[in-house]
């Protein structure tokens, strides 16, 4: 059996949580998620804790076990205490700023790239430090939009400048060698 699929989770509370067949719908205090899940795995609620089973041994229906549970942790998370990814913006002139509630990132490019948040993720940027929060209650979702603002100016090898996640180590490689050295 899964040792990450026969983990019970535990409902917080302000937590509400309907089964409706393999239909899940959660809400809470930061959102609302709903998601459809295989058939395969079963799902059932007591005293406050799901908990999930497997008809088989089947290889596919061992690998959604733990998925199945691992996914439905994280919008049980979500929607309670919500998400957060932190990328840093490092090189001279660079910067975010927010425009409303929209990001312009001023990554050496002639104009400010502008990233627009889709319906439930926010930003917000901290001009000493140079940081970028990206804020939301579906994990998939603000990691998603973390990895297309990292996109926009990926961390370069030479110098380092680029946006990075908060503690990404970036592989420096050596310049060019000397002049006159041969």
């Known amino acids: 059996m899964s040792r ?11 937590v509400q949580v309907n089964l409706n067949g393999s239909n899940v719908s959660v809400k809470g205090p930061k959102g609302e998620m709903k998601r459809e899940f295989s058939n395969s795995i079963g799902i059932s ?10 008809n088989s041994e089947n290889p596919a229906e ?3 076990h733990g998925t199945t549970r691992a996914v439905l942790a994280n919008m049980i998370h979500g929607v309670s205490k919500g998400f957060q990814v932190v990328l840093e913006v490092e090189g001279v002139g660079y910067r975010a700023e927010m425009e409303g509630k929209n990001l312009a990132l ?9 990233v627009e948040p889709p319906a439930g993720v926010s930003f917000e ?5 140079r940081q970028i929060k990206v804020l939301g209650f579906d994990k998939e979702l ?19 400048k680029g946006i990075r ?9 050596a310049g060019k060698a000397g002049k006159g050295a041969k």
């Not at 609620?45 to 497997?54: A, C, G, H, P, V």
């Not at 001023?106 to 502008?114: D, R, T």
């Not at 603000?142 to 380092?160: F, L």
């Not at 996640?165 to 490689?173: A, D, H």
């Open 4 to 14: 990450i699929g026969r983990l019970p989770i535990v409902i917080p509370n302000g």
């Open 125 to 129: 940027t901290d001009a000493k430090t």
């Open 142 to 160: 603000v990691g998603q939009i973390a990895a297309n603002i990292r996109k926009v100016r990926p961390p370069e090898p030479y110098h380092g």
């Open 106 to 114: 001023y990554v050496g490019y002639s104009h400010p790239v502008k």
């Open 62 to 64: 061992r690998a959604l």
């Open 45 to 54: 609620m007591e005293n406050n804790q799901l908990s999930f089973t497997r």
């Open 165 to 173: 996640y908060q503690g990404e180590r970036v592989r420096r490689k």
